[in-house]
């Protein structure tokens, strides 16, 4: 795993206890190695971000029981995959997100200020 630390290069701050998000369940957008998708954006979840996602192939909102999955619920927040947000972007549809939870490693897809223009926690 990469070190814990947010794209203005301070320790990343929780993204989600309930539901238990982030690639290794710790509550973080902590990536590493093991995480081809990089899951490293803390989004916003909204109804109209959830159907997107659902009608692109990344389902986020359907209960998985067999995973201890819930699904994703408008208002909660949730570890986005880098790739998934970059496309949301790419489609004009990109849900709000939280910088001081989101990791480094996102700028390797995208710069700070376009991540910026999508920030709550800047507010």
Known sequence: MHESINVFGEPMEPCSHRPLTGYY?????????????LHAVCIYATKEFLEYSKSVGNDLSTPMPQYSF?????????????????????DGMAPRIFLHSTHIKMLELIDLETLKQYALDLE
Do not use: M, Q, Y
């Open 25 to 37: 369940r710790d509550g973080h957008c902590n990536t590493g190695n093991s995480n081809p998708a």
């Open 70 to 90: 819930a699904g994703v619920k408008p208002g909660e927040s949730w570890c986005l995959g880098g790739h998934s947000f970059v496309k949301a972007i790419h």
